[in-house]
């Protein structure tokens, strides 16, 4: 069945670059997304990316798949400790839109 | 801020008893989504509303249902209910159907205790 997994702490120094890996299993998804989750809100987009692209940038963040490896990073350049939150990766369930598949999360601990 | 409300924001229950969770989407989303996020994990895809009809549900039994109203409310409801039920349940509207890109846009949860 479709899985989604990711490591579950990350801890980097303010200024430094994090870099959130996961991997996913079905390879008919057509978009992955990546999901930030602060203490007491919701789940928030921060990003997706088609499956046809290897890499896609948006400001601060980087994202790179390889299909082959059915493996998707997030890279944050210049973290900062407003970053610190638990971040999600999440693929379509059988394409379907709105049906998504979450990793477990990783919580990303930025240090002053 | 997305938009999306839920209520209530906490609720404590016992074994076998029945809960009620509401959303309220954005105004014209016409889907809601459900999703169960346990301690510790991701949400989970409970079922999917399109125009007060249900389109597509997750690995979860009958005892957990739904309703999508034409105000842009919807409820889920869970029946006897089990303390494996407590979690954060969290909605999530969008403006179409299965459109992949569609942003979703989540509420911040319901957090259940089932005692």
């Known amino acids: 069945g479709e899985d989604v997994e990711q490591s579950l702490f990350l801890s980097v120094r303010e200024g430094d670059s994090s870099v959130i890996n996961c991997t996913y299993t079905d390879s008919s998804s057509t978009y992955l997304y990546w999901y930030k989750q602060e203490p007491g809100a919701g789940l928030q987009l921060l990003t997706y990316?088609?499956?046809?692209?290897d890499m896609k940038q948006d400001q601060r963040l980087t994202v790179l798949l390889n299909k082959k490896d059915k493996h998707l990073s997030l890279r944050i350049a210049d973290t900062q400790t407003g970053d610190s939150a638990i971040y999600f990766c999440?693929?379509?369930?059988?394409?379907?839109?709105?049906?998504?598949?979450f990793g477990q999360g990783t919580e990303l601990s930025v240090k002053p | 801020e997305t938009g999306v409300t839920q209520s209530p924001t906490h609720l404590i229950k016992t074994r076998g008893q029945q809960v009620t969770l509401r959303c309220s989407s954005q105004s014209g989303h016409n889907t809601v989504s459900w999703y169960q996020q346990a301690l510790g994990q991701g949400p989970q895809f409970i079922f999917q509303?399109?125009?007060?009809?249900?389109?597509g549900r997750g690995n979860f039994p009958p005892r957990f249902s739904g309703l999508q109203f034409p105000n842009y409310s919807s409820e889920l409801n869970v029946n006897a209910l089990e303390l494996d039920d407590s979690a954060l349940y969290l909605c999530?509207?969008?403006?179409?159907?299965?459109?992949?890109?569609?942003?979703?846009?989540f509420g911040p949860g319901t957090r259940l205790t089932v005692l």
């Open positions: 999440a693929e379509n369930w059988n394409n379907q839109g709105g049906k998504l598949i």
């Open positions: 999530a509207s969008s403006l179409g159907l299965a459109t992949i890109t569609d942003t979703q846009y």
């Open positions: 990316i088609f499956s046809n692209m």
């Open positions: 509303y399109y125009r007060e009809e249900e389109n």
